[in-house]
């Protein structure tokens, strides 16, 4: 028979439906994922984020080889750290693994800074992994961080004085920034007698201060 012109003796054939694959390439066959995460998804202007990214290859029998693992560095952000051995060309970090098993995986840590002046969104999107056996580079989903400023005090008190009739008490309490940035901060005090008065009536504190 022949059908679309493809005679009933090639396969495949359009005569009986019947079809051949190569069951042994199949059945050796490799697959690579990548998956990244982030430390945070919301960190303040001035810190670290550590990402970690995971290489998984499936397979049934053999390894693949010559692994090769490149990371962008994001817009906004400085290096600082990443899982030796690695290569830095001043903005992407690269891992080669000599092989990886079947079923293996691999995790690595890149870990960049937020410029202390920086507010908005740490898109990390540009990372990819090939190898000998899998020469189309595979890419993984956007990891998303926002940047922003974070404001907060604590007021302790730090120590109360005892007088006597007709003595001055000095209560000190102690004034900390919590927040990512410097604040200012305007102090008052009450007194159920009136008898009150607070210095400084403003202060200045930097983050952690």
Not at 113 to 131: A, E, L
Not at 180 to 203: C, H, I, K, Q
């Amino acid at each position: 028979q022949n059908c679309g012109g493809v005679p009933g003796t090639d396969i495949p054939n359009n005569s009986s439906g019947w079809g051949r694959i190569d069951a042994w390439a199949a059945f050796q066959g490799h697959v690579l994922s990548l998956g990244k995460t982030a430390s945070a998804e919301q960190v303040p202007p001035g810190s670290l984020i550590t990402y970690t990214l995971t290489v998984t290859h499936t397979a049934t029998l053999a390894p693949t080889n010559n692994v090769g693992l490149t990371d962008v560095l994001p817009a906004n952000t400085t290096f600082v750290f990443a899982t030796e051995p690695y290569t830095f060309d001043g903005s992407a970090v690269e891992w080669v693994f000599p092989e990886l098993a079947p079923n293996a995986a691999q995790a690595v840590q890149l870990i960049v800074q937020v410029p202390p002046d920086f507010t908005g969104t740490i898109v990390n999107d540009q990372y990819q992994v090939v190898s000998d056996q899998v020469p189309t580079p595979v890419e993984g989903e956007p990891v998303y961080t926002a940047v922003v400023q974070t404001y907060g005090v604590s007021l302790a008190p730090d120590n109360t004085g005892v007088g006597l009739p007709g003595a001055s008490i000095t209560y000190s309490h102690l004034l900390t920034n919590t927040g990512s940035n410097v604040d200012t901060y305007d102090l008052t005090f009450s007194s159920s007698r009136g008898w009150a008065s607070v210095s400084p009536s403003e202060v200045t504190l930097d983050k952690g201060q």
